[in-house]
């Protein structure tokens, strides 16, 4: 199995970082290759904007989607963005790593989702859900949150993870993947949220990696999220009834 892991942290020594190394080595030993697009430390520009497009398709103004259906057509793809998707296409299975900031994703992530997922090229108006581009690939989550696993759920402080992911994970399903539950590291920065001394922090962290260790080489035994598909909608996209 190849795995590709999309991580997005801009300090290679964080606890992401760690994720991200224990990752590499828990699949590696068990007979997998992995790839790692490290879109801080590449310096990915997650900005969509015309400077990306030298041959334009409207050079009077700039709309995005048109600008990626015309370089897809034409060959002309940003030479950053087809690095990307070459690096998705080779994988079984995307892992996105990434730390919560203000309730979702960091920017950079977003941005190389805006980018990286072309329209015109990796999904169109039938090519989607679950008749997506990468339909038979996987794709996980993993993000770490500052406070306590307590102070997450419905109603709670810190808010719903179903609620904040849901934008990453449908995007994920909107192209075509298979969406694993995903994997929460709660605490990660502990001091100020509980009254654990310095050691036993690092213990807890340790035990995290390896219960994410583990949770990867049990990947073969967990159902994906259930997503609705084209045969859940009418033909103007409404819920059919059930």
Known sequence: MHSHIVHAHPDPASYNGALTRAA???LRDRGGTVTVSDLYGAGFDPV????????RAEPDHFAPLAEQRHAWKTGTVPDDVTTQITLLEAADLVILQFPLWWHGPPAILK?????????????????????????GRRALVSVTTGAPRAAFGPGSRGGDFETML????????????SVLPPFVSYGVQGHGY????????????RGNLAAWASHLAGLHGIEPLR???????????SALPR
């Open 194 to 205: 509980s009254y654990e001394g310095r050691n036993s922090l690092e213990e807890r962290l």
């Open 48 to 55: 969509e904007s015309g400077q990306h497009y030298p041959r």
């Open 227 to 237: 997503f609705p598909g084209w045969a859940d909608w009418n033909e103007e996209g």
């Open 111 to 135: 941005g190389w989702m805006d980018r990286v997922f072309v329209s015109g090229g990796l999904y169109t108006s039938g090519m989607r859900y679950d008749t997506g581009y990468f339909t």
């Open 24 to 26: 590499e080595r828990t």
């Open 166 to 177: 849901w934008p990453v994970q449908y995007s994920l399903h909107y192209m075509g993947f």
